[in-house]
């Protein structure tokens, strides 16, 4: 059974600072991983998705990696600004079009 | 380009009713996808519909049902409502042919409270 992680649960850093939230999955067999971006209730906002086949994207000041061998992924978000203040999710889509979501990291960026 | 559609964005709703959600997907997108959001259990994958065809349905009583229209559009009803229930709902539209290697985009999402 595929379960997602993220780490850390919370976040807190000052503007300005580059950051890097964690996810990992533990079943490699995965079509993409999608990383996405929440505000309080509201609903999703996709930032990048990653193919199985590939290692990284990046838009903007986001980079995205994605090792499947080693069942993790990492969202680096350079510069941080209070704007970036939001919960980021990671999701693995598997075998079945199931797509798995991890419980997310509140990110808190202070001005 | 229209995002998705959900509405209604808000619904309180009694014990033992029941409820129907709508979700519009963007234009071109055949496959939607439905979650349930909680603060304990985050969030959890409902069903997904393509083609008017239930592909995939997550670990949910039968009370969770639904359904997709020809437009691609797509309703999902909870019957007898329970306090539980309580949750935003949100839905998520995907272009159609490359199956699962494709971006999904979520809509605002639908909060139901159950009094």
């Known amino acids: 059974k595929q379960e997602v992680t993220q780490i850390p649960a919370a976040l807190s850093v000052p503007e300005g600072e580059n950051l890097v939230l964690n996810c990992s999955f533990t079943?490699?067999?995965?079509?993409?991983l999608q990383w996405f971006r929440q505000d309080p209730g509201k609903g999703l906002t996709s930032l990048l998705l990653?193919?199985?086949?590939?290692r990284e994207q990046t838009s903007g000041r986001l980079n995205a990696s994605l090792d499947k061998s080693s069942g993790r992924s990492t969202l680096y978000i350079a510069a941080s600004q209070p704007g970036d203040s939001a919960t980021y999710l990671c999701?693995?889509?598997?075998?079945?079009?199931?797509?798995?979501f991890g419980a997310g990291t509140r990110l808190f960026v202070k001005a | 380009k229209a995002g998705v559609t959900q509405t209604p964005r808000y619904l309180i709703k009694t014990r033992g009713q029941q409820v129907t959600l709508s979700c519009s997907p963007i234009?071109?997108?055949?496959?939607v996808s439905w979650y349930q959001q909680t603060p304990g259990q985050g969030l959890q994958f409902l069903f997904e519909?393509?083609?008017?065809?239930?592909?995939n349905k997550g670990n949910f009583p039968g009370r969770f049902s639904g359904r997709q229209f020809s437009n691609s559009r797509s309703e999902m009803n909870v019957s007898t409502l329970e306090l539980g229930d309580s949750a935003l709902y949100l839905c998520?539209?995907?272009?159609?042919?490359?199956?699962?290697?494709?971006?999904?985009?979520f809509g605002q999402g639908t909060r139901l409270t159950v009094v």
């Open positions: 998520a539209s995907s272009l159609p042919l490359t199956g699962p290697n494709t971006e999904a985009f």
């Open positions: 999701a693995v889509v598997t075998g079945g079009f199931k797509t798995i």
């Open positions: 990653i193919q199985s086949s590939q």
């Open positions: 519909y393509f083609s008017e065809t239930q592909r």
């Open positions: 234009s071109g997108h055949r496959s």
């Open positions: 079943d490699s067999a995965i079509y993409n």
